[in-house]
């Protein structure tokens, strides 16, 4: 479970800062060619409209909605803070290619696994209905351990 927290957190750390690069070229981009308008307070308008822009995407975006809650799972997997959760399994479904959403009475879980890893076969046996132990993070609700 660790190496795949840890390549989940690297691929959004990476993804992230691509995002940050191209981003940045495209700000400065507008930048430049605000000099083209001769209205300085249209100028200072357009800067400023565009930087926040680019502000908002970014730190909801790529740091709150993507790399936040990966890094935080990591942090806590690694500091051992983590809590246990019985419950019957109500909903499960596969949130893209390598995660897998359970929800466990009203609350729900991310599991992120490799196809070629024990908690594939896991979690291609886990069905609604199931009875399951989960060890997951206090805060991030990403699963680290699962038992039938």
Do not use: H
């Amino acid at each position: 479970m660790n190496e795949l927290l840890r390549n989940a957190f690297l691929l959004y750390l990476v993804v992230t800062v691509f995002a940050i690069t191209w981003l940045s070229l495209f700000v400065i981009g507008v930048l430049k060619n605000s000099k083209q308008i001769e209205s300085k307070l249209m100028r200072l308008l357009l800067c400023f409209l565009v930087l926040a822009i680019f502000l908002f995407v970014f730190l909801y975006f790529f740091i709150y909605q993507s790399l936040y809650p990966i890094t935080l799972a990591y942090y806590e997997f690694k500091n051992d803070m983590a809590t246990d959760v019985t419950g019957r399994i109500s909903e499960i479904y596969q949130d893209g290619r390598d995660r897998m959403k359970i929800t466990v009475g009203e609350q729900t879980y991310i599991m992120v696994y490799d196809k070629n890893s024990v908690y594939a076969e896991i979690a291609g046996s886990l069905s609604k209905g199931d009875t399951v132990t989960l060890r997951v993070g206090n805060k991030s609700n990403y699963v680290f351990d699962i038992s039938k």
